[in-house]
């Protein structure tokens, strides 16, 4: 006899914890019959049975119908799609007239394999004699013949996902469901047209944007040099909805959080990376993506999420910021949160929190690379998506930073966000998540250390205007950017910077106070023009003396490979440089770079870094300064033939030209363009020196409006050399023939 | 030729991220010789090479003299263990006297294995005639022949951990550094009597029960029956500071975050617990502990905590609540975090976070375990942490909420906090970490629902007060508990309380409104006195009329054995009672419970719940109650005989009788003692019916003052058997001998 002995429980009961169901894809649904306990000694009566004896023979979803109004007649497939708190109609078709005062009907909406009605699972409305209280409303809205049209609208809070639907006859007997139908599945999605939904958007033109449009374009390049490529959002493709359901699925989201924004996009920016917890996409900068696609050679995000949804949720080899944040961006628009990809220029990674980015030199004034572990990105892209944060005060709701690329580890997993852009706007850091993280990348300074012959070193020059330079992010109806550095910032040097610096340092980022150093007088600019890749090149150095006395300057230029992660490569020019400047007056230093020189050395994206060290002779003052030039990459051209009407063939070619003198070898050429084809993949074994290449497709648009055709040509030896055509397709044409009617 | 390829770098400047350190256990250290580029051409001066030729021959730590500085005399071992921002001073021992203007000496701290001068991994202070910036502090004390004595002060925010020492002779040639010598590896501690430091405690009398007390009560039982266990925090045993840091090795804590208090404790509450990282415990709730050790058979934590470290870092079986906040008290404690254990009685497990509590009853009345998936924990066990939030507002500094028991996942992890007591107190849950969760232990609802032979269910009990009880800590100097709800909480009705609750709606707590049930006047109380386990008993209901008509109660009264955490096991009791109340008037119902039905049932920690459902039979409305009753124990004796002194043996005897008519199998006895003895284990495969047991040991105190001795009987049948035996021991006696001097 054992007084302790376990006893016949369900697995999930035991122990401390409940089962928390984690999956959309799973199910269980209730018996098609369930009777009831006898009621009366008597038995039913004849009414009761007649009653029972009503028979629900089918469910029409009004698809298109309700698609129009919903916002999302965009989607490909042929299940519903609605969207929270709007209500949508569908029709029961009965074996008899639909009677309120004698007929009891339940609709039951289910989700995952363990439907619970207090966990917003399990979902019953009634229509008939009998109401029941339920978070989402129905109503009878019209009867005609044996059919009943009902309208149910989700709450505003409900579970976003694929649902199930079964109609129940209730009556003294028990309850007759209908079968398990997947034709009638339906999807729920966030509602940014709706005002009780925590992602409303108040403006046509924003939504129009930020949740509708499927193509957008990403900055990148240098600061001063702004380059630009078009991404494919694609969030309306077939099997796009379903692929990022399964993200969420693999990623062991409890549908409990699924109904809130906040919390979907705080799990997506952990699962769009693959560190940790096998989510989309694998991160690498190592320069041999021989194993995967190269991170520069993608289109767009239904590659990748359909890649990774059907492959058994595999890791999808390999990715970078842009990647992580297009991919991302589909994710956030296709489930109907608004979202944006924004690039930071000179984004600080920094890797202590601390809000520094050392860069070490050396003796000679060169950047010291075993010493030098933080590095600035010359540019880095991350999402921006709109809610109301439900769990922060008011004013911190609007945009929100998340960063799904694998940078740091916040709390336990590489994710980054959502963090509020006015809180780090204020330097209130204090409210989750990860505003520290942010604040830095735009905040961060830049100490100079240079060390001696004994290895010891000092500041020499601080930059406090460096790290942050410029956020952009696409603009509506074009594909220029629009400047949102003062949504994040206020302006370099106001009262209100130093004010937000010491709400920061108040909210834990550590006080950044240095030595004051000495005033050298002397400004060192670094300017060109535009270079394309392969050319030789001259670089002014503008030395500018401040002071009214002359000066000398002595100072060394070092040149070397950069990635555009602001990690250095091999350096390829060390040049000493001498000048006299009088004061107030700016004196030009010039220095002759040769392809020769560089091009053996160069690393993807094609980025130079310049590192300046100098001394003014008089003064012994030091003076530093860096810069990014981004070479340009050689032509691709696009060009079509035909006038673009839906359903009519149209040819499109793509060219490229090797303007090298060596062959570039195992060459991917990407077309891909939304409405218009599905991603088309060429691959050239080599294109030898001086040879040209012509892709030549047909296609026929499915889409009507305005449409992007995008081109991106990837080589180990040469990335990412895209382009982009836009233009409007025409409706398809009507064909009168006699014997088509058409109501006038 | 391949214009991108692969450079040379370093394996961890690729990519994205820098390498981040994460153990203090691995190292890598600075090369004995370096030389430095040759100066001038004309060679070095005699006097540069006279310089150079001063040599270090040893460091001495001065171990007791500074451990008693530092508070830290207690922590066994031979190691210096200091504390932030207090000066520690050693002794060079050199080959010639110290000359400040001609000698440059360097000390070099480093910790891990990557040391970097600005990370906080590398300090570098010099004394002589080189001052170098550092955040640590130094200064020669004193010299004295060839010996200097040097103080330094690491500074308060600067990493916790164990560091490496080496001196270091700077000149013109070059660096001569010591020969790695871990016995002069020191640690650094959090240091509690420090104003800079973020866990000052402003008290001593603070700091000695929450940093220095080796031993302390946990509260358990039910919050009307309280009843306690002694635990040997222990932290200052032998091994144990090592096992605390080789958790954060094991769990990949960054050398980065180790010197920030709300970090470190964050890591620790995902650490304590093994779900997700294999941290150092494996939660059970099963009944079964055959492979490993019962929850209910601890009786301190470095027993724990050494089998963890020990043995390769793979995680201890089993805990539940008590065990997970005892060893996390262990832990923050030995660090110089000031920390205690909280019990939380009637503690939600809300697995929604909706502040909601569902109970279902079935149609008559009895627990409907299908649907009842929510639970309320007898009592809950989480730890306190004392600290500045630097992260936060001033006001919620304080006390913080540390909850290492996996119940739900934070951000991937299971952890809970830190989240201020203060700020749970005001519903300001938008801060860090995890108020929400700690906010819904204390102030959820119990929803009691009735479903009719339908399966319909409607709400009819709204129970506002169930939740969060009573909060009790110990006492200063006295096994007694303090309450400390008031911190918590404000008073159950008040206006504060109800402003508290809208102020947690704005912070995303979901809004809590039901539908007004209707008053039933009447209440029902449930009553009992101490009932010893297999005891039959009587049970009281008291129905209170509160109206001024009489009234008829039918009630259904269902009896169960209960899990600490609330989940259900078997039914042994189901009794329907009537009663006719007077207006004004409470009645009495009596139940007698018989040991036969319960005691086939109970499950660990012996507890039964009783669950009413009653009805008014002349208004319809229901009435509806719950209690737990916790049933007293069998006594485990403790005697010793001998007078307690340092030094001298004493006997110490534990005494047990079956009192059961069924055999107690494997049983385990466990007698713990911090200064007293480590850890015994005594088995006894059998105690008969009867049967008395007596275990005698031998022990001598290795240290004088109050001490504790506990005792823990555990097996299968009967759990958690404890007792304790608090007394004095005294110094060890001074034999004098003649030939000892004493000081006058």
Redesign the interface.
Known sequence: ???????N??AW????????DKSNSLESNPPPH?K??T?SPRGPTDEAIRAASLSVLSIDMRVTENKNVHHTDTYKGSNLIVRRNTEFTIILKLDRAFNEQQHQVELEFLIGSSP?????TYIIVSIGKEK??SSWKSRVVAMHGNSVMVGITPDAKCIIGRFRIFAVV?SVLG?ERTQRNPDTDFYVLFNPWNSEDEVYMDKEEDRQEYVMNEVGTIYNGVHNNITTRSWNFGQFEEGVLDACLTVMDAGNVPL?FRGNATEVV?QAS?LMNSQ??NGVLV??????YSSGTAPTAWTGSPEILLKYASEGCVPVCFA??WVFAGTLNTFVRCLGIPGRVVTNYCSA?D???NL?T?IVLDEDGRMD??RT???VWNYHCWNEVFMKR????DQYSGWQVVDC????T????FRCGPTSVNAIKEGE?????DA?FVFAELNSDVIYHKSN?????KIIHVDTSYVGKQLVTKKHDSNDYMDITSSYKYSEASLKERQVMQMAE???VPSRKY?TLPEAGVEIQIQTNTIKIGDDFRLTMNIKNKSSKACTVIATVTGC?VFY?G?T??DFKLENKKASVQASKTEPVTIDIKAVDY??????QANLLFVVYGIVEETETPLTTMRVINLQLPELTIKMSGSPRVGSDLLVSVEFTNP?N?PLLKVELRLDGPGLIQTKVKHYSQILPGASVNYTVSIVPRAHGKKVLMACLDC????QVTNQLEFEVLKKELVTQGTIRFRS
Chains 1, 2 share one sequence.
């Open positions: 006899m054992n007084m302790m002995s376990l006893k429980q369900p009961r035991w122990g401390a914890r409940a089962i928390i369930e009831f306990p009621v619970d009605e207090n966990k917003g029941q209280d209730v309850k409990l705080r952990a940790g917890d991160g690498s900068w190592s320069g041999d970078q910021c990674h890797n202590t929190g520094k050392d690379k075993s572990r933080d590095s439900l769990d922060l005060p690329t694998p940078q740091e916040s709390d336990g997993l850091l204090s409210y989750p998540f520290r012959k004994y290895g010891k070193t108040r909210r834990g030595l490979v992660t990690i490569g091999s091009t053996p050395h160069l690393v993807e090298y060596f180990s030896a040469l990335r």
